[in-house]
T-cell receptor, first 113, second 114 residues
């Protein structure tokens, strides 16, 4: 069974503060993704990575940075958090060969006050 | 890029009837079309997918149809049960090589009433 974990599961941050969301996968997948989910918008891709050391901009990258220090770990960084970044964030992993299924983590609920 | 439109946004059906969700995409190079189900408070999970070399795929009570000319694909849930109540997302991707990312529709909230 694929295993993607996220921490923290819930986070309250202040406007202007720095927030780091962490994701770990034990699937040995090359690709990892960060999405945000908002009512009425579905799942939108923020950043993704093909492997350790690589990060790519997704469809809504503004205000976010990403870091992939290893095959297993992928972080999403909000340097200056704003209330508009209040959302549920999902990390996912997937392989680039064979099945194209993406396996999602449990999500992180972020509230920026 | 890719844009995916999903309709309806809300769908309410009676138990044992069928439910249909439709999606359209823009990029004719897209070749992979998955459907994800998300239950309240949970993460999205893949339930069925179809690739561009197929027109129809069925897994038990789930049927996916793909019309490449119209750039349209759809999910049909037959003999619905209350357990089918959830949010459903379609997605499209141009897969291949190392560049693989999904563009999701905005979702359909399905409610199956007893």
């Amino acid at each position: 069974e694929a295993a993607v974990t996220q921490s923290p599961r819930n986070k309250v941050a202040v406007t202007g503060g720095k927030v780091t969301l962490s994701c770990n996968q034990t699937n040995n997948h090359n690709n990892m993704y960060w999405y945000r989910q908002d009512t009425g918008h579905g799942l939108r891709l923020i950043h993704y990575s093909y492997g350790a050391g690589s990060t790519e901009k997704g469809d809504i990258p503004d205000g976010y940075k990403a870091s992939r220090p290893s095959q297993e770990n992928f972080s999403l960084i909000l340097e200056l958090a704003t209330p508009s970044q209040t959302s549920v964030y999902f990390c996912a992993s997937g392989d680039r060969t064979g099945s194209y299924e993406q396996y999602f983590g449990p999500g992180t609920r972020l509230t920026v006050l | 890029g890719e844009q995916v439109e999903q309709l309806p946004s809300i769908l309410r059906v009676q138990e044992r009837s069928s439910a249909s969700i439709n999606c359209t995409y823009e990029n004719s190079a897209s070749n992979y079309f998955p459907w994800y189900k998300q239950e309240p408070g949970e993460n999205p999970k893949l339930i069925i997918d179809i690739r561009s070399n197929m027109e129809r795929k069925q897994i038990q009570g789930l049927i996916v149809l793909l019309d490449k000319k119209a750039k349209r694909f759809s999910l049909h849930i037959t003999d619905t049960q209350p357990a089918d109540s959830a949010m459903y997302f379609c997605a499209a991707s141009r897969s291949g090589g190392s560049n693989y990312k999904l563009t999701f529709g905005k979702g359909t909230l399905l409610t199956v009433t007893p």
